[in-house]
């Protein structure tokens, strides 16, 4: 394969790969087309080249799994020094972490340590002391301290950092749960001081960082945080910052939510501002007398169109020359306006009021006197007064006659007004008597007159009707007969509607029996098979003659002839109004 099919590149985190122009392929691993005469002769006998995180250059096995940190020597060719030196131009390439080979084991040893650097600290990283897990906890934790290890650290942070460093690490060796474990207490267990010290440190930092923010007047209330991540990418604060890009978010995520509430807060101040000055600019022009119309007819104030017309926005330059006005819209000015009609509105009503109170009309006199009239006892009118027996008794009274002539109602409409509120009085102490008469169980005669005495005995004895004088009681009485008759009536008539149904059902029951029949059988013989019939049973017990119905259906069937009409007429099942109160006795 042709070399130039190959080319190198590099992702969006700066790792190398590699892609065939050619057939559009791509992978981690560089291509043995690629390969330098060195690369080509350490592929030959099984061994590659890479690179530790920190940039050391490692060689290894593909098939052992052996690794040193040595140039491999072979017995038939051996590289040079020279040839060596350049195998560290190797990039550091993704395919170390995410290469489909066997995993390379690095030992720890390994990590940050170069050729040309194999000391005494190596050496107890190497072969550090091993010692059970109580004894090893306190030197573990005194290592995370040393170091400052805080909640900002992750644990594969610790492993990368303190393993290749510090000899602490590997007192307990192969058992990372237990590291892990010892890792989440120290942080369970740090004291305040480390905690305040921690947040003290987080605040710091957020200060500083909205210090920055501010100094960015391209920020503002809408900016998004991935614009302004560009923006900052350079800035020491966020680019050095060992911060969590959480906290950092969250500032600046705050930090816009305080310049947008800053902004509406401006903007309402400054709308107040706008509202005031408008209220005062159209008090100004609709309260001017010289702008009101002189037409009788018209509203004695400026329409709204007529303001749009002439006096607000681009129609007036005095309004345009306000600056405040510019964030008014029509609805403002709507509400404004309906603010000063509404002002305007109550002083008139004010107005208006204290000039009826100082100019109480002759006629309001005349009716407020002739009303006081009619309620002295002497003319002594009740709920069933009648207008030509009370008329002789005020014809030549001054107030009845002061009221001839005015305005509104006249004296007959006062007299059946004052009669109605007698009624409605007398009609409450009916209520009253009827719930009286239920609760002590009163038994209705036949004779009126009993049942008279026996009201007139059962509502003195009681002291709702103490203060309730004879004329007004025998009202109230005069009322209960009446609705006692009316409910008699009902009852009588919801009787004799039964009573007709019955008897029609039993005309029916005999079309059923013998219409069809060309002889039909006498009373006497019918008797003994109707007799056990329900129709029949239903009115044996009136004082209906069975033998006259029974007379009427064989007429029935001499005139109209055998086909009849069985239907049963529906009964309407709504309520028939009443003109009384129904009584539960």
């Not at 004695?300 to 964030?327: C, D, G, V, W």
Request: hydrophobic share 35%; glycine share 2%.
């Amino acid at each position: 394969m042709p070399d130039g099919e190959w080319k190198d590149a590099r992702d969006a985190k700066g790792r190398v790969y590699y892609y065939n122009v050619k057939t559009g392929k791509s992978q981690w691993e560089k291509p043995e087309a690629l390969f330098t005469v060195q690369e080509s002769l350490l592929s030959k006998h099984g061994w590659k080249v890479s690179k530790t995180p920190e940039g050391t250059i490692y060689y290894y096995h593909t098939e052992s799994g052996k690794s040193q940190w040595d140039v491999p020597q072979f017995a038939d060719e051996n590289l040079s020094k020279s040839e060596a030196k350049n195998i560290e131009d190797v990039p550091q390439t993704a395919y170390i972490e995410k290469s489909s080979e066997a995993e390379v084991k690095v030992v720890p040893s390994m990590v940050k340590v170069k050729n040309d650097q194999r000391d005494v600290s190596n050496l107890m990283i190497l072969n550090p002391e091993r010692k059970s897990k109580e004894e090893a906890e306190k030197e573990f934790i005194e290592m995370l301290q040393q170091n400052q290890v805080d909640s900002t650290w992750s644990f594969s942070k610790i492993i990368s950092e303190l393993g290749a460093t510090d000899p602490r690490y590997w007192i307990v060796d192969d058992d990372p749960l237990w590291k892990q474990d010892v890792f989440d207490k120290y942080l369970t267990n740090r004291t305040e001081d480390q905690l305040l010290k921690e947040r003290t440190e987080t605040e710091k930092f957020k200060e500083a960082f909205e210090q920055m923010l501010r100094g960015k007047n391209q920020i503002k209330y809408y900016t998004r945080w991935s614009t302004v991540r560009r923006w900052i990418a350079n800035e020491p604060i966020y680019k050095h910052s060992v911060v969590k890009e959480a906290v950092k978010r969250k500032t600046f995520q705050d930090y816009v939510k305080r310049l947008k509430e800053e902004r509406e807060e401006s903007i309402k101040s400054l709308k107040e501002q706008a509202i005031k000055e408008l209220h005062e600019y159209l008090s100004n022009i609709l309260l001017n007398p010289e702008n009101r119309t002189k037409n009788k007819e018209d509203i004695p104030i400026l329409t709204l169109q007529q303001l749009l017309n002439s006096y607000l926005f681009e129609k007036n330059k005095r309004f345009m020359a306000n600056k405040h006005f510019k964030i008014l819209t029509h609805a403002d000015v709507l509400k404004v306006y309906l603010e000063i009609l509404g002002e305007e509105e109550k002083t008139l009503h004010d107005k208006w009021r204290a000039l009826s109170e100082c100019c109480y009309t002759r006629d309001r006199i005349a009716r407020d006197n002739f009303k006081g009239l009619l309620r002295e006892p002497k003319l002594r009118i009740r709920a069933n007064s009648n207008w030509n027996d009370v008329y002789p008794h005020f014809k030549n009274d001054e107030r009845f006659l002061q009221l001839l002539g005015t305005d509104g109602s006249n004296a007959l409409d006062f007299f059946l007004d004052y009669v109605e509120e007698l009624n409605i009085t007398i009609g409450a102490h009916r209520s009253m008597a009827q719930t009286l008469l239920i609760d002590k169980k009163f038994q209705w005669q036949d004779d009126d007159t009993k049942n008279r005495s026996g009201l007139i005995k059962v509502l003195e004895q009681n002291p709702n009707f103490e203060k309730v004088d004879k004329i007004d009681m025998d009202l109230v009485i005069d009322q209960l007969l009446k609705v006692r008759k009316e409910k008699l009536i009902q009852e009588a008539e919801v009787q004799q509607r039964i009573l007709d149904q019955k008897k029609h059902l039993f005309k029916l029951m005999l079309h059923r029996l013998y219409r069809n029949l060309a002889s039909k059988p006498t009373w006497e013989a019918a008797y003994h098979q109707l007799e056990q019939t329900v129709e029949f049973k239903e009115l044996a017990s009136s004082d209906v003659s069975l033998k006259d119905l029974y007379e009427e259906f064989l007429a029935e069937c001499s005139s109209i002839g055998p086909h009849v009409n069985t239907t049963i007429p529906k009964v309407s099942k709504k309520r028939p109004l009443t003109p009384s109160i129904e009584l539960d006795y």
